[in-house]
């Protein structure tokens, strides 16, 4: 049997448990194609199968290994939407526009299933549902998002806090939307799948082949390799942030933010004890508490955001004390493995999509939401160079916007520093107030009782409890 080749993977519970595959040579010597792929993590993937499945030649170059960046590297959610947030889209480009690109980002989800229905779940072990749940008191509000996803066609239900809790044992946790068609994966195993498939159908895929130049004039594009060069009628740019080798204008258009990862030892039975939940779960709309139980009982957790690449070691003690404060039942975990992973923002949240010259073809900028919107985007360029589908003309309002550099870099990690001070504010006044109203309960409960005097005595307990929960932030 074929062995898992780990070199050049970064040390991770993804790599550790990555189901055994061949290392793909580097590209050696010339050839002509009618597409070239350049970056094989799952937005090249899934283009490069959806092209050779139509019965064109296509071939992938990927830098590094196959999906050693963000694809294989993120915590596995497949869920509908965009990085976008669902107002401001709506805002953008009005309702009914924003309810057929939602319908476009369930046809990913749906095409990651299916995919993973046809290929074998082994290695990827799917996950049901998805829970972002608030660490306010905002019924109202989350009531109204659920309304809102619902109209957008999404299968989601409201759960309030009670039901949150019977999942999540957790008092930071109020309201809810569950995500009921989501799933979460071993992305690095269904991006290895998904390979097969297309070299199955006849792609070719070259690892350690870096993108040297492209020469996008005329009918044949050149593409040069260390090695060797090649020639295509049609090039896909698939290669994220680090696309900044060879086309690095575009890369100007993407805020390359570095997230971190950990996942723990064998936990036992305690971790179900605190999490029973079996889906994912986020907290937050930033790069912070994102989790899921992985391998029966490790608990797989994201958080921390940078604009700048940092050794992931340095957030182990970060994450692990967020572990902490939001299950304190399980104290400070252990921790096997930690990395980290860099995604590319585009400034208005949506993924870049289309021809940018004739020949020439972006699928980028997926941010933080990429599962779904890579085979979204993989399939409507597939369609559109084989079938001139024109249905990725949909994103054409969210065209290729300057990121800002440098000060668009600083200004991001600002932004995410305030969002998390003022996130942390509105948690502490949602829980101070929880904890004067579950002291005001008690006393009722205890003036209830014979030998009611006693409640006055223990008056001084709800501003007590207030106050230490502030200072337990
Ligand atoms: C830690 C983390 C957690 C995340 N969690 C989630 C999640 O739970 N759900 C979700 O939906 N999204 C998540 N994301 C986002 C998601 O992983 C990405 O949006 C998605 O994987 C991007 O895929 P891609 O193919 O565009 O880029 P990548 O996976 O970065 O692949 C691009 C590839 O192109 C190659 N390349 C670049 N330039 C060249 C060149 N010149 N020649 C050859 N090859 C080149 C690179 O080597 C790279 O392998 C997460 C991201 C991170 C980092």
């Known amino acids: 049997m074929t062995q898992a080749d780990t070199a050049g993977y970064p040390q991770s519970w993804y790599t550790a448990t990555m189901i055994p595959t061949p290392a793909r040579p580097a590209l050696a010597s010339d050839l002509d194609v009618e597409v070239c792929v350049i970056g094989g993590g ?17 071939a992938v170059l990927e830098a ?3 999906a050693g960046s963000a694809s294989g590297r993120n915590t596995g959610f497949v869920l509908p939407g965009f990085a ?6 709506i805002a953008r480009v009005g309702f009914e526009r924003t309810k057929d690109l939602w319908s476009l980002s369930e046809m990913g989800l749906d095409y990651v299933r299916d995919t993973i229905a046809a290929e074998g779940a082994d290695g990827i072990e799917p ?30 239900e409201y759960w ?11 008092e930071r946790y109020f309201h809810a939307v569950n995500h009921v068609q989501a799933i979460a994966i071993h992305p690095l195993n269904y991006a290895l799948k998904l390979a097969a498939a297309a070299e199955r159908d006849g792609a070719r895929i070259f690892e350690n082949t870096q993108a040297l130049s492209i020469d996008p004039a005329g009918v ?19 290669g994220n942030v680090q696309i900044k080798g060879v086309v690095p204008r575009l890369a ?6 570095t997230t971190y990862v950990i996942t723990t030892p064998p936990l036992g039975p305690r971790l179900a004890e605190a999490v029973a939940y079996r889906g994912a779960v986020s907290d937050s709309d930033r790069a912070d508490n994102h989790y899921r139980v992985v391998g029966g009982d490790h608990l797989m957790w994201l958080g921390r955001s940078t604009v700048w690449q940092r050794n992931p070691r340095r957030y182990v003690d970060a994450l692990t004390d967020d572990i902490a404060k939001t299950y304190p039942q399980l104290g400070k975990v252990e921790v096997d493995y930690a990395w980290a992973g860099t995604l590319g923002n585009t400034v208005h949240r949506m993924p870049q999509i289309g021809e940018l010259a004739p020949g020439v073809w972006l699928a980028s900028g997926f941010g933080g939401h990429g599962l779904n919107t890579t085979a979204m985007a993989g ?6 160079l084989v079938d001139g589908d024109q249905a990725w003309r949909q994103f054409t309002p969210f065209e290729l916007v300057w990121a800002g550099g440098l000060m668009g870099r600083a200004v991001v990690q600002m932004r995410t520093l305030v969002k998390r001070f003022l996130d942390a504010q509105r948690e502490r006044r949602t829980r101070s107030r929880d904890g004067v109203v579950q002291q005001a309960r008690k006393r009722d409960a205890q003036a209830a009782q014979p030998g009611a005097g006693q409640a006055d005595a223990d008056s001084i307990v709800p501003h007590e409890s207030g106050t230490e929960a502030v200072r337990s932030q």
């Open 64 to 66: 590094g290994r196959l």
């Open 127 to 156: 996950q049901h549902g998805w829970l972002y749940v608030s660490k306010f008191d905002n019924g109202a509000e989350i009531l109204r998002l659920s309304k809102l996803l619902g109209q957008l066609g999404c299968d989601v």
């Open 252 to 257: 100007a258009t993407l805020i390359p933010v």
């Open 42 to 58: 799952l937005a090249g993937l899934t283009t490069a199968r959806e092209v050779a499945r139509r019965g064109w030649s296509v």
């Open 379 to 384: 399939n409507l360029i597939a369609r559109a």
């Open 84 to 89: 976008a947030d669902e107002d401001k889209l």
């Open 160 to 170: 309030p806090t009670e039901r949150v809790r019977a999942f999540l044992h957790s």
């Open 220 to 238: 044949r594009k050149r593409i040069v390799t260390p090695n060797a060069r090649l020639r295509a009628t049609q090039v896909v740019l698939a």
